[in-house]
C-alpha cells in the first residue's frame, strides 16, 4: 500500500518535471515576442511620428502568428496625433499571459498579461 | 526508505536545473531588452544637433545634450532612476552602466565613410555619416550560486546619419 502511494506521489512528480519546463520555455518566448513587437513599433513610430494603423496590423498580425488572439491584443500610445521632431513617443503593447505552472500550489495571483514598453524622441520632419 | 532519497535526489536535481534555466532565460530577456533601449537611447542622442552649426551645413551632435537625452531614453525604457538603478517594478534587478558613449561628426574633422573600430569592446564598423556609439551593461541575473562569476551582460549600439546619394 504505502509503495503503491509513493509510486503515485512519483508520477505526479514525474509529470510536473516534464510539464513545468516547458510551460516556463513557452512563457518566457511569448514575453520575448512582445517586448520584441514593442520595441519594432515604437522605432518605426519615431520615422511617422506616431503609431500609425499600418503599424498597428502588422504588430497584431506578428502577435496573431505566434497564437494570441487579435482581440486580446492592447497597443495603445501616448499620442494619437502626429509629434513633431524630439518629442517623446510613448507606446505600450500587452497581450494576455499563459499560467506559469502546470498546477499553481500557492495563493499568489500570476500575472495576467505580457507587458511591453518603448520610449523614443520622433524624427518627424514636416 | 531508500525509494524516498532518490525521490528527493531526483527532485533536487530537477529543481536545479529548472533555475538554471529560467536564469539562461532572464539573461537572455535581459540583453534582449538592454539592446532595445541602447538602440532607442542612440537614436534619441543622435537628434540632439547644433542648430546653429546645422545652419552652416556641418552635422554636429551636442555632447551635453546627447548624452542628458541618452540617460533619459534609457530610464525611460528600462525603468530607472536618475542614477540608472532600477525602480521599483523594473524587469532589472542590478544598476545598468553606461561604460562607452562616443560622438563622431563633422567637428572631428574626419571624413566618411569612416572605419570605426574600438577593440576593447569589439567594435568595428563602417559608418556612413555623424554618429552615436554606446555601450552599456549590467550585471549577469544570478538564480543560482555558482563558484565562477559570470561576466556582465554588454551591448554595442551605433546610431548614424547616411546622405542620400
Sequence with gaps: MKETVLRALFMWLVLFIILQPIFTYIDYLLDLQVKANTSYITQKAATEGMVTASMRNEVISNLKAIGFSEDSIEITSSTDTIQERKQRIDVYVTAPRINLFPYNFSTVSQPTRYYGHGSIMSEYLD | ?165
Design chain 2, 1 to 165: 526508505m531508500d525509494y524516498i532519497i532518490k525521490l528527493a535526489f531526483v527532485l533536487l536535481i530537477f529543481i536545479y536545473s529548472w533555475f538554471f534555466q529560467i536564469q539562461n532565460q532572464e539573461w537572455d530577456m535581459l540583453r534582449s531588452m538592454l539592446k532595445d533601449a541602447n538602440n532607442i537611447a542612440v537614436h534619441d542622442a543622435a537628434q540632439e544637433l547644433d542648430e546653429t552649426e546645422l545652419t552652416r551645413g556641418r552635422l554636429i551632435i551636442d555632447p551635453a545634450l546627447a548624452y542628458d537625452t541618452f540617460q533619459h531614453a534609457l530610464q525611460a525604457n528600462l525603468g530607472l532612476d536618475n542614477g540608472l538603478s532600477p525602480k521599483m517594478g523594473s524587469r532589472f534587478k542590478n544598476q545598468v552602466k553606461i561604460v562607452k558613449f562616443d560622438i563622431v561628426d563633422d567637428s572631428d574633422g574626419v571624413t566618411f565613410p569612416l572605419l570605426y573600430e574600438d577593440s576593447e569592446y569589439g567594435i568595428t564598423k563602417y559608418i556612413e555619416g555623424p554618429s552615436v556609439i554606446a555601450v552599456i551593461e549590467t550585471e549577469h541575473p544570478l538564480l543560482i550560486s555558482r563558484a565562477k562569476t559570470q561576466e556582465p551582460i554588454r551591448v554595442p549600439a551605433v546610431q548614424e546619419y547616411k546622405f542620400n546619394k
